[in-house]
């Protein structure tokens, strides 16, 4: 049997010898943290090949000479001075891991829509001011990192990522979130901050899988809660600038008496008065859909958990 596994990294490598091609059995090449620009043809020969690391390196283009390699699982890219991406890197129809973070892509091809095994997506700190429409095809996507780019929206098909556990979009320049957000059903975490979002759209109110949601610099209203939670019991935690999460509050649904929690709206209504909402009826606070009010009134509302809290409770 033949060696699988070869690994090079920080060697300050300039090159490989050609003689890399040799290795037919070979599974995972580690070649991060080098100084290469360039890979040698036989590389191509590598059919087995599941693993590539090219991490730190020094490519401006992607070595023409992986785009065959059909067994390939994971490529690693981050931390190069990649411009673009081509076509044919839809040929590597085995790829669950494309990492190509760190690098200055304007871009993405169409045909990333073709790796449909796909698992991770980074993407992150790069110049990307959209993303494909056929980026909603990556069915078996569950981790989406597209931070720190200059994206200004999301394509309605990212509504199509139903796998979807973890959505990095922190960091650009989106003013608005595509109504179809709300059909990612196993979404687990949203990061949006440090956007020029106005509004969150009311579907996101259907993401039953959802543990955190970042919304923090954004151009949200003062009142709008910036971070909200959601525990394994279905209950919302939001935490606000200004007021201090209680370690208590998340299990404030078993102590709260059956008649509070069927008339919570109005009773959160009230505490959101006196803790600081808008009064005026024809506010535009009071013309949000009614469910995005509840979620708000029910955690403005510190002064009244307290009153329905068990005097016993030490949470």
């Given at each position: 049997?033949?060696?699988?596994?070869?690994?090079?990294h920080?060697?300050?490598?300039?090159?490989?010898?050609?003689?890399?091609?040799?290795f037919?059995?070979?599974?995972?090449?580690?070649?991060?943290?080098?100084?290469?620009?360039?890979?040698?043809?036989?590389?191509?020969?590598?059919?087995?090949?599941?693993?590539?690391?090219?991490?730190?390196?020094?490519?401006?283009?992607?070595?023409?000479?992986?785009?065959n390699?059909?067994?390939?699982?994971?490529?690693?890219?981050?931390?190069?001075?990649?411009?673009?991406?081509?076509?044919?890197?839809?040929?590597?129809?085995?790829?669950?891991?494309?990492?190509?973070?760190?690098?200055?892509?304007?871009?993405?091809?169409?045909?990333?829509?073709?790796?449909?095994?796909?698992?991770?997506l980074?993407?992150?700190?790069?110049?990307?001011?959209?993303?494909?429409?056929?980026?909603g095809?990556?069915?078996?996507?569950?981790?989406?990192?597209?931070?720190?780019?200059?994206?200004?929206?999301?394509?309605?098909?990212?509504?199509?990522?139903?796998?979807?556990?973890?959505?990095?979009?922190?960091?650009?320049?989106?003013?608005?979130?595509?109504?179809?957000?709300?059909?990612?059903?196993s979404?687990?975490?949203?990061?949006?901050?440090?956007?020029?979002?106005?509004?969150?759209?009311?579907?996101?109110?259907?993401?039953?899988?959802?543990?955190?949601?970042?919304?923090?610099?954004?151009?949200?209203?003062?009142?709008?809660?910036?971070?909200?939670?959601?525990?394994?019991?279905?209950?919302?935690?939001?935490?606000?600038?200004?007021?201090?999460?209680?370690?208590?509050?998340?299990?404030?649904?078993?102590?709260?008496?059956?008649?509070i929690?069927?008339?919570?709206?109005?009773?959160?209504?009230?505490?959101?008065?006196?803790?600081?909402?808008?009064?005026?009826?024809e506010?535009e606070?009071?013309?949000?859909?009614?469910?995005?009010?509840y979620t708000?009134?029910?955690?403005?509302?510190?002064?009244?958990?307290?009153?329905?809290?068990?005097?016993?409770?030490?949470?």
């Amino acid at each position: 049997m033949g060696i699988i596994d070869l690994d090079f990294h920080s060697e300050k490598l300039t090159s490989i010898p050609a003689n890399i091609g040799n290795f037919c059995s070979l599974k995972t090449l580690n070649l991060s943290t080098n100084e290469l620009t360039s890979l040698p043809e036989e590389i191509r020969n590598l059919v087995s090949l599941e693993h590539l690391n090219l991490h730190a390196n020094r490519f401006t283009s992607l070595p023409v000479e992986i785009l065959n390699l059909n067994a390939l699982e994971k490529l690693q890219l981050r931390r190069n001075q990649l411009t673009s991406i081509p076509k044919e890197i839809g040929n590597l129809s085995s790829m669950k891991l494309l990492h190509l973070s760190d690098n200055k892509l304007e871009s993405l091809p169409a045909e990333i829509g073709n790796l449909i095994s796909l698992k991770e997506l980074w993407l992150r700190n790069n110049q990307l001011k959209s993303l494909p429409a056929e980026i909603g095809n990556l069915i078996a996507l569950k981790d989406l990192r597209v931070g720190e780019n200059q994206l200004t929206s999301l394509p309605a098909e990212i509504g199509n990522l139903t796998a979807l556990t973890d959505l990095h979009a922190d960091q650009n320049q989106l003013t608005s979130l595509p109504v179809e957000i709300g059909n990612l059903s196993s979404l687990e975490l949203l990061d949006l901050q440090s956007n020029k979002l106005t509004h969150l759209p009311v579907e996101i109110l259907r993401l039953a899988s959802l543990y955190i949601i970042s919304i923090q610099l954004n151009l949200l209203p003062e009142w709008f809660p910036m971070t909200y939670y959601h525990d394994m019991e279905n209950v919302y935690l939001i935490q606000l600038p200004l007021l201090k999460q209680k370690s208590w509050t998340k299990y404030y649904h078993k102590f709260y008496p059956e008649k509070i929690r069927k008339d919570i709206f109005t009773v959160m209504m009230i505490a959101a008065i006196e803790n600081g909402a808008p009064k005026h009826p024809e506010s535009e606070f009071y013309k949000l859909p009614k469910e995005i009010l509840y979620t708000i009134f029910r955690f403005y509302a510190d002064s009244i958990v307290n009153e329905y809290t068990p005097k016993n409770y030490n949470g």
